[in-house]
Nanobody, 124 residues
Framework: QVQLVESGGGLVQAGGSLRLSCAASGRTFSSYAMGWFRQAPGKERELVAAISRTGGSTYYPDSAKGRFTISRDNAKNTVYLQMNSLKPEDTAAYYC?????????????????WGQGTQVTVSS
């Protein structure tokens, strides 16, 4: 079992930045690949970034590429999502998730544990 707690969300103007954090507790954090997802009202959940167990490999969809950066600190049991050049369409609840596999995993159903989410709102 692993518990995930996100933080760092909030209200930001378009063009601004936010850094989300996800603190993990429970089983050894380095045993999990990690991902960040988001879900806006009325829309499907989508992956925005994923990282392998060691942090040596990452994946971004086109919507996040060049603006978002995922990283992890296995010593601190934490994964981060740095979001720059934010747009109103980035407004959503953001969730971190843990995957038993090596990662980075692109599919939501590959992830075994989920946090409660943190809200990001980008104003125009």
């Amino acid at each position: 079992q692993v518990q995930l707690v996100e933080s760092g969300g909030g209200l930001v103007q378009a063009g601004g930045s936010l850094r989300l954090s996800c603190a993990a507790s429970g089983r050894t954090f380095s045993s999990y690949a990690m991902g960040w997802f988001r879900q806006a009202p009325g829309k499907e959940r989508e992956l925005v970034a994923a990282i392998s167990r060691t942090g040596g490999s990452t994946y971004y969809p086109d919507s996040a590429k060049g603006r978002f950066t995922i990283s992890r600190d296995n010593a601190k049991n934490t994964v981060y999502l740095q979001m720059n050049s934010l747009k109103p369409e980035d407004t959503a609840a953001y969730y971190c998730a843990a995957d038993y596999g090596l990662g980075p995993s692109k599919r939501g159903d590959a992830y075994n544990y989920w946090g409660q989410g943190t809200q990001v709102t980008v104003s125009s």
